[in-house]
Every structure is written in C-alpha cells, then in structure tokens.
C-alpha cells in the first residue's frame, strides 16, 4: 500500500513539475521569443505591420543606415559612455553605503536601506523632473553631466543591494585571521574582500549597464534633444516617425550591444579576481 502512494505521489509530483514547466515555457515563448523574432524580421523589411505607407530598401537597409551615418554611431559612443560611466558612479557612491548598512549599527542600517529602497516606489518621471528642476536652478540642467546624475540617482539601489549581499558574504573569521597574520587593509581589501564581492559587483554592474543603456525617461527631461541616446532613436523612430524597420534595427543592434559588454564584464571580473587570488 505504502508502494503504491509513494508511486502515486511521485506521478502526481511529476505531472505537477511538467505543467509547472510547460506553463513557464508558454509565456517565454509568447512573452519573449516571438516578439524577438517578429522584431528581427520587422528589422529586415519582411513585415509591413499591416500598412502600407513604409518603404523598403532592402533587408539591410536599417543597419546601414546606423553604421553608415556618423550621428548614429556617436549617439552609440554617447550612449555607452553613459552606461560605463553610470557603473563607476554607482560603484563609488554604493562601496561605502553598502558596507555601512552590512557592517554599521542597527539605526544606520535602517536609514541605508529606507533611503535607498524608498526612491523606487517614486515614479521615474518624477523624480527626474524634480531633478531638472532643482539642477536648473544651480545651471547644471541640459547637459550630459545632468543625465549622468540622474542616472546615478535612479540605478544606484540596483548596485547597492547585491553589494549589501556580497558584504555579508566576507568570513570575519578570515578577515580577522589575515589581520592577525599582519595583513594590511589595503591587502585584505584586495585578496580577501574584493574576490568575495566579484560576484556582487558583476551583478551590479549588468543591472546598471542594461537599465542604462536602455533608459530614456531621464535623458529625455534632463538631457539636451540634439544628444539622444539609442534609446530614445527607438523611440522617436518607432512612434514619433512610426518607422518600425528603423526602430527595430536599432534595438535590435542595443541588445547585441549590452550581450556584448555583458560577456566582457564577467570575463573581465573573473580575470581579475583569477589575478589577485
């Protein structure tokens, strides 16, 4: 009897585990996969979106347009400039909140968190108005130092929180023990702590990367119109010129992009940490 409900059991946990699965991979498809694709032949001229008002000038034509014109590889440069440079504020500005939220005392734990965590439940529009608002009163709006900024502001709990998690992985125990030895800070810095917080910052710095480069609220109401970033080229492309072949090319080009740079980080983290180990 007791055979027979265990098999049962495990059928039941099986049919549950497939349907579970089967669920899953429905929407990825749905959700994903044929919106990707739709898009990659949109990006080649093989769909006219049910109009007629668009003409092709051969599958190739919207990338051609991109690495063929100037004004949109330096919107490339410019766009990435951002992201890399958004990365490296978050970093400097997260470090220390991090670490003073793992390691501090209980009030200033909670007052990291909150003042970190509270911003998100703010619309993005928002707080980037009120930013330009305040940065034009200090004559800093209109520039790519402002949409930095407010990039920085907007992405930084998406840095701070898996350092928080990176932080709590360092062993006292060992931080201690190289102390006792007479290791310097500077040393356990770099081949005790900085390993065990590689992980943390690769994960930052993709979230911040991604979110950056594909963020165009914040260079839209900070930023200067003649300076767009690939983003908002998809957006004006897509719905102000509903150039759709256009739009989908250059999205299209943003995501190989950002698998690109994704790739190189984290062979690039690993490197590093492989060297100080």
Do not use: C
């Amino acid at each position: 009897m007791s055979v027979m409900y265990l098999e049962e059991t495990q059928w039941a946990r099986r049919r549950f585990l497939a349907l579970g699965l089967g669920v899953i991979g429905t929407l990825y498809l749905v959700a994903f996969i044929l919106p990707m694709l739709y898009m990659v032949a949109v990006s080649f001229g093989e769909t006219r979106l049910g109009t007629d008002q668009f003409e092709f000038e051969g599958p190739l034509a919207a990338y051609e347009r991109f690495w063929g014109s100037e004004y949109y590889r330096e919107i490339m440069f410019d766009s990435l400039r951002l992201a890399f440079s958004a990365i490296v504020g978050t970093i400097a500005l997260g470090l220390p909140l991090a670490y003073t939220a793992t390691k501090g005392s209980r009030w200033y734990r909670i007052v990291i968190i909150v003042a970190v965590v509270n911003p998100l439940f703010v619309s993005t529009i928002v707080r980037s108005f009120g930013l330009d608002l305040f940065l034009k009163a200090i004559n800093l709006a209109d520039s790519f130092g402002a949409v930095l900024i407010g990039t920085v502001q907007i992405l930084l709990p998406f840095m701070v929180l898996p350092l928080m998690s990176g932080f709590r992985a360092v062993d006292p125990l060992t931080v201690h023990s190289a102390k006792t030895l007479g290791s310097g800070r500077f040393r356990i810095a770099v081949q005790i702590v900085l390993p065990t917080l590689a992980p943390s910052l690769l994960a930052g710095s993709v979230l911040v990367f991604i979110l950056s480069m594909n963020i165009f609220s914040i260079p839209l109401i900070l930023g200067r119109p003649e300076d767009p970033t690939m983003a908002l080229v998809v957006y004006h492309s897509a719905l102000a010129h509903a150039n759709f072949t256009f739009a989908a090319g250059v999205a299209l080009i943003l995501l190989a992009l950002a698998l690109v740079v994704i790739f190189l980080q984290g062979r690039l983290v690993r490197g590093a940490v492989r060297g100080v180990v």
